[in-house]
């Protein structure tokens, strides 16, 4: 489902929103999309284009595309809550994404193209400039092969952005290998399936691209200036090189909605611009729902596939009070007494940047806080169900955590195991004291005069 069709979808389901009015991309737009969050909202009329308040971009902008979980059951064409189920069978089971000769995205070709004809978005105040937020960067590893993930894109000019990329993750690693300039060929409104791939982390020598052909059929057409590879559907593709050249990126408000530091980071230079004639460029709002989802629900197969290496895993949630990135809650179906001890370590191992997860047992509905907060209360004891990590690799968004340039950040992390405690080999002596036991829900209506 590319853009356009996504349009189409929510529109015939009443859930668009359309503004007509003049919207500056300088701070308006982002504030407007804020105030609408968790809505799709397509604006037909975007100015500030080369920072003048009067002219107007060619391009419509769409924002709140991965804003709510039903969007992106129809875009997998599944229930919203078998999701997860989907992600982790095409996580385990990737199909190779074919190759075709043409695709919309080269409708039209611009060399070497213009960057601020882009209606990049400038999200906060204090942000160092007009932002890419919601586009995947393609690059092949000498090694590995495709790599596909997304990076915040600072437009420097007309030809140059610079790309915070996270130390040891694909891209970073295979742009540290070569010594030249590394081709790269960067997307932009994407269909969901595939952002929801880009932001998995398979093994090293898994396409990204492959995992979303798993989970709906991704074309993919030969860059015209280099043999990587995109998918045919995107709106827009930005062809050039991830350089060595360094140059100031950031601060920019990230994923928990603090103010990420300013970095030297890798320039890329763009020296071809294709698109859709009638592209729409997608912008998400740094911290908000999109991003909230994109990083969190990528996550929960792999902490679901990890954890039932070692006991049963029946569901897992990454929580958006945790900012979609730190927190977990996962459900397991107890067999052994210390399920709850090995589920907390593999979580870990599922998601590198988690930094507190809290397992509960099948009857606790983990997206429901209350509920997890009941299970901790009523069945959870530090001196037996607190495992804490000190010093471990973790986030570089989290704050707390110590940060020190050129290397991966470091925090503690804790686990809670808030199972009921089995006091026998086989179990609770007194599961029943563990329950919690309901009035009879009545209709109070007969009640009410
Ligand atoms: C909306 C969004 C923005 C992201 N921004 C960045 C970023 O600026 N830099 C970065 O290194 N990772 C960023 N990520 C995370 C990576 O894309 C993600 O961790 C990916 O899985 C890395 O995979 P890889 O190790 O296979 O490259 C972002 C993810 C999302 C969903």
């Not at 284009?49 to 059951?73: C, I, N, P, S, W």
């Not at 400039?129 to 690059?139: D, K, Q, R």
């Not at 093994?203 to 492959?210: H, K, N, Y």
Request: with cysteine.
């Amino acid at each position: 489902m590319n853009l356009q069709a996504f349009i189409e979808a929510v529109t015939e389901r009443g859930w668009l929103f359309n503004v007509d009015k003049p919207v500056s991309s300088v701070l308006e737009l982002a504030a407007v999309a804020y105030a609408l969050d968790g809505k799709p909202v397509l604006f037909n009329k975007v100015v500030g284009r080369k920072g003048e308040a009067g002219q107007t971009y060619d391009f419509r902008v769409l924002t709140g595309l991965a804003a709510d979980r039903r969007h992106f059951a129809l875009a997998l064409g599944c229930a919203p809550d078998q999701i997860l189920f989907r992600l982790a069978e095409a996580f385990r089971q990737p199909q190779p994404a074919p190759v075709v000769g043409e695709g919309p995205c080269q409708e039209v070709v611009e060399r070497p193209g213009d960057l601020e004809a882009l209606p990049f978005l400038k999200h906060w105040p204090d942000d160092a400039g007009p932002y890419a937020t919601a586009a995947i960067v393609l690059v092949r590893d000498p090694d590995t092969g495709l790599n596909a993930s997304f990076h915040r894109l600072l437009r420097l000019d007309a030809h140059r952005l610079a790309a915070r990329l996270v130390e040891r993750r694909g891209t970073d690693s295979a742009w540290r290998k070569v010594q030249g300039d590394l081709p790269v060929a960067i997307c932009i409104g994407l269909p969901l399936h595939v952002l929801l791939a880009a932001s998995m982390a398979p093994a090293p020598g898994v396409s990204e691209l492959d995992i979303a052909h798993a989970l709906q059929p991704t074309p993919l057409v030969p860059c015209l200036t280099s043999d990587l590879l995109v998918p045919a559907e995107a709106e827009f593709v930005l062809e050039g090189h991830l350089t060595h050249t360094l140059a100031a990126e950031g601060p920019f408000v990230d994923l928990t909605e603090t103010i990420d530091i300013e970095r030297q980071q890798p320039v890329i230079a763009i020296d071809c611009i294709t698109h859709r004639r009638d592209a729409i460029y997608h912008a998400l709002l740094p911290g908000q729902l999109e991003h909230k989802f994109l990083m969190g629900m990528p996550k929960e197969p792999t902490i679901y596939a990890a954890v039932n290496e070692v006991a049963t895993c029946l569901n897992a949630h990454i929580t958006p009070g945790g900012a979609s990135w730190l927190h977990a809650v996962v459900q397991i179906d107890k067999q052994q007494p210390d399920d709850g001890a090995r589920a907390i370590a593999a979580a870990f191992r599922g998601h590198g940047s988690l930094k507190h997860v809290v397992v509960v047992d099948k009857d606790i509905d983990l997206f429901n806080p209350a509920e997890v907060e009941w299970a901790i209360a009523t069945r959870f004891q530090a001196g037996r169900g607190l495992h804490v990590f000190p010093n471990q690799p973790s986030s570089s968004l989290d704050p707390s955590a110590t940060h020190t340039p050129g290397q991966k950040s470091r925090s503690d992390k804790m686990g809670l195991d808030a199972t009921i405690p089995w006091d026998t080999p086989t179990g609770p002596s007194h599961p029943d004291h563990f329950q919690r036991v309901p009035l009879p829900r009545i209709d109070p209506g007969p009640y009410l005069s």
